[in-house]
């Protein structure tokens, strides 16, 4: 009898890839959207090997503990992903970013506890880990390190302070029930999109001006993220947050390897001291390295993404 596995977010970018990755192998998926009409939701993820007769979808509202409990019903385990990430103005922070992701969290996980889920994978981001100015400067950013709230809410960067708190959240939940929770912190998620809507961090690529250094801290592929959910749950031993990069490079790193590798595309060169406090590290996420996983080349990630978005006319 196949484990199923309860995937929030099922439809996104990250998402695509763990509901492909789980069917591949021999998973039952039961795949959380926001609109089971819109197609658009749907078709790619129906359209998988495996997808028939393992794959099944559930409308679900992170606010909503019902449409959650329907969801993970039965399921071994729960990859949880769904988080509200707004590209533009927000106009109301609390409703809009801080409440869904927040108590999205924290419902997930008690759901899922109620309902005799082993084990809860979350997303959280990089986003938990920096901005962070008062960090050492001579020591490398990792799984010890934590976004610093205050500076973000001057500099009112909502998204950050959103992860952070959802994050903490998660384990305060983990720690008051004894639950087994395993985090995620991704870099930039970049790669070959499986959905047809683009994603905010494969926008980097599209003529995004942004200079990012309250936000970048590396990047990883898709696929690689993906698996990383699924490593955290089928093994024991991962325990924690478990950070998501390929290596921690600064955003000046990143946009001068895109412009090499493709000067066609007039990308913006940056000064190189755009991010002073983050120390550059090749195997910074050694814990995932030590569950089994073998990180994609940056250059392979941005030849991924750039053919990707090359392929749907949007560079």
């Given amino acids: 009898m ?3 596995v309860c995937v929030t977010g099922a439809s996104g970018a990250i998402g695509s890839w763990v509901v492909r990755l789980l069917l591949e ?45 329907a969801a993970v019903k039965g399921c071994a385990g729960v990859i949880h992903l769904a988080c ?43 986003s938990a880990i920096i901005p962070s100015p008062n960090w050492p400067a ?7 390190c934590w976004t610093d709230l205050e500076y973000c809410k001057e500099k ?14 998660g384990w305060e939940f983990a720690k008051e029930t004894g639950f087994d929770v395993v985090m995620i912190n991704p870099g930039t998620a970049l790669g070959p999109l499986i959905p047809p809507r683009i994603n905010s961090s494969m926008a980097v690529l599209a003529g995004d001006t942004e200079t990012y250094e309250d936000f970048f801290m590396g990047m990883a592929h898709f696929k690689d993220i ?18 998501c990069v390929e290596a ?41 390295i030590e569950l089994g996983l073998e990180f994609t080349p ?3 990630i941005i030849k991924d993404a750039v053919e990707c978005l090359k392929s749907r006319g949007l560079v």
């Fill in 2 to 4: 196949s484990k199923a």
């Fill in 84 to 126: 509200p990430n707004i590209i533009g103005e927000v106009k109301d922070p609390e409703k809009q970013i801080l409440e869904p992701a927040i108590q999205g969290t924290v419902n997930v996980l008690k759901v899922a506890k109620e309902a005799g889920v082993e084990r809860v994978v979350a997303t959280s981001s990089i």
């Fill in 248 to 288: 921690i490079r600064h955003y000046s790193d990143f946009v001068n390897l895109v412009s090499d590798l493709y000067p066609e595309y007039n990308v913006a060169k940056l000064p190189t001291d755009k991010q002073p406090g983050l120390l550059r590290a090749k195997n910074a996420s050694k814990k995932l």
């Fill in 298 to 300: 940056a250059e392979q």
């Fill in 25 to 69: 192998r021999g998973y039952i998926v039961h795949a959380t959207i926001q609109d089971l009409e819109d197609e658009q939701e749907t078709k790619h993820l129906e359209a998988m090997e495996g997808a028939k007769g393992r794959l099944k979808f559930f409308e679900m509202d992170l606010l909503n503990s019902d449409s959650i409990a």
């Fill in 156 to 169: 009112k960067l909502y998204y950050p302070i959103a992860k952070t708190l959802a994050e903490k959240a």
């Fill in 226 to 243: 993906a698996l990383a959910h699924i490593l955290g749950f089928e093994q024991k031993k991962a325990a924690g947050r478990h950070l």
């Fill in 138 to 144: 001579d020591k490398v950013k990792g799984e010890d």
